[in-house]
Antibody, heavy 121, light 107 residues
Framework: QVQLQQSGAELVKPGSSVKISCKASGYTFTSYDMHWIKQQPGNGLEWIGWIYPGNGNTKYNQKFNGKATLTADKSSSTAYMQLSSLTSEDSAVYFC??????????????WGQGVMVTVSS | DIQMTQSPASLSASLGETVSIECLASEGISNDLAWYQQKSGKSPQLLIYAASRLQDGVPSRFSGSGSGTRYSLKISGMQPEDEADYFCQQSYKYLYTFGAGTKLELK
């Protein structure tokens, strides 16, 4: 069965960076886009970007250019998102989610459990 | 960016009641719309995609409809396990955007 297992909660200081992971299992990791989505209480869901692990291609929401960097390690079937220059606005839960692909792409059919990132001094 | 306006923001339904949630896109999205359910403390779950296609494993009391800019999610017969937040999402145009969500509670 498809599973996306994310890393644990992070408490980080303003101005620092954090790298969170999403380990995929139960499907061919290199054949599906992996998306990253931000959720803040009261602010709904915000799409950050996707990576295609097969070739490393990425696409970002312009708002997150310079903030988020997406990478993937094919050998371990793990996707990563690094967030840099953190501020309180980056405190949120971050999800990885698999793309449905095929003839109806750009929906998210499997999600990780989410990583809570708290930015505080 | 395409704005997704979801309504109502919250509603309360009795057991067995039929519930509808609506999403209005700021421009036509050609049925490229999904609905997600998010229970408290959990990840979102895909219910409906391409406006009206039921995701595998989702109960048939959930249905989606609409066209152009207006779309709706219907729950035919509210169940206790349906208490959750519901979000719409457009996949028509980069960047993919979500509605603000509807909180559905059992009366």
């Amino acid at each position: 069965q498809v599973q996306l297992q994310q890393s644990g909660a992070e408490l980080v200081k303003p101005g620092s960076s954090v790298k969170i992971s999403c380990k995929a299992s139960g499907y061919t990791f290199t054949s599906y886009d992996m998306h990253w989505i931000k959720q803040q209480p009261g602010n709904g869901l915000e799409w950050i970007g996707w990576i295609y692990p097969g070739n490393g291609n990425t696409k970002y929401n312009q708002k997150f250019n310079g903030k988020a960097t997406l990478t993937a390690d094919k050998s371990s079937s793990t996707a990563y998102m690094q967030l840099s220059s953190l501020t309180s606005e980056d405190s949120a839960v971050y999800f990885c989610a698999r793309d449905t692909m095929g003839i109806t792409p750009y929906y998210f059919d499997y999600w990780g459990q989410g990583v809570m990132v708290t930015v505080s001094s | 960016d395409i704005q997704m306006t979801q309504s109502p923001a919250s509603l309360s339904a009795s057991l067995g009641e039929t519930v509808s949630i609506e999403c209005l896109a700021s421009e036509g999205i050609s049925n490229d719309l999904a609905w997600y359910q998010q229970k408290s403390g959990k990840s979102p779950q895909l219910l409906i995609y391409a406006a009206s296609r039921l995701q595998d494993g989702v109960p048939s009391r959930f249905s989606g409809s609409g066209s152009g800019t207006r779309y709706s999610l219907k729950i035919s017969g509210m169940q206790p396990e349906d208490e959750a937040d519901y979000f719409c999402q457009q996949s028509y145009k980069y960047l993919y955007t979500f509605g603000a969500g509807t909180k559905l509670e059992l009366k």
